[in-house]
């Protein structure tokens, strides 16, 4: 038995999945194109597959549904996929429970009209809202003035609340290392990137170290939304600053909004982007024999793909595989490069007592998850 971290090959977007092996499940956003319903690609069906990995479970529900964030790439089709409380026409006929909703303060707060405000997040805004009104089945994460003041203006108090909310340094309560084998520390959002913020999103997203424990051992995982240089840079001082540099190590490390080079600098670079310092103190924290996951497209190594201006770009593909190597990593996988360009199948991470490992599916059952290929630890 093991713990796995699953990433689905959707593009210049994410979803990803976290079976625990006591068979608690917990994904992280979800988008679904309705291209790959008529067999089209090279993107999964993502609803088909998640309905059959549930299926396969004898489950209705997921433990945790968590959106880091609001961008369309992050929720695409989702409010066809789930089942949300605040509205019965979006109930019933096929669609999926979420247990406990997990969300950005940001998610609930912000009203900004622009053009990623899309029809789906209004209504995920209005699934949290709900829930949080109810005082069941959510997790809000951070504790800006802006949510005490949503919270009064609904006659709520904090302290009415405050068993939901969560804010960075603090550790959610809905799972734990004695009892599930993972536990889930925030870093990000910090209260200023609502508070100080007119508009936010990306600097507002969910931004965790999950640790798994896997018998005596333990290992890392920091799994980054969309945020750029400087929201990272910010996590590094903090987890400084309280002696939480144990929460900066990883053996998993999720690459930030499909390897962009704002992740790591604000100058691309021309064939290599230099990372900040702060960056590369990060960067530096990764474990031996660990695996960096980048859910975009393909990045060729190509000249078309020096002057890409929207990610992924491939200055910072160079970039991460270079500090990979430097500390000995095992390998960079690309969500929509495995095992390959034209057929990619979700990434299996495999975390158990001996280490962390990438598995590949059985060609004779499609979503059996078995045959070790990479092994660390």
Sequence with gaps: MSHKVIFYPVGNGDTSQIVLENGKRILFDFRHLKKTEEGEGPEINLSKRLKQELKDSDKTEFDVVAFTHGDK??????????????????????????KTLWVPAAMILETASTDEQSEEYVLWR???RYRL????????FSKPDRLKEWLEENGLKVSDRKSLITDAGEIAPDFSLEKDGVEFFCHSPFVKHVDDNEEFRNEAALIFNVRFKAGEETFDYLAIGDSEWEVLEDIVNKSKAHKR????????FNIPHHCSYKALSDDKGKQETIPKEKIKELLLKGNADSFMICSSDSIPDIEGSYNSKQPPHIQARNCYENYLKQIDGCKFLITMQEP?????????????DSGISQVKEKKSAEFAAVSETAKAG
């Design 73 to 98: 790439d992050h929720i695409a089709n989702s409010t066809e996929f789930f089942e949300l409380l605040h509205a019965q026409k979006y109930q019933g006929d096929g669609r999926i429970k979420i």
């Design 126 to 128: 209005q699934e949290a």
């Design 133 to 140: 009104k109810e005082g069941k089945g959510i997790r809000v």
């Design 245 to 252: 540099e144990d929460r900066l190590k990883w053996d998993l």
């Design 340 to 352: 390959n360009f034209s057929d990619p199948k979700p990434i299996v991470i495999s975390i158990d």
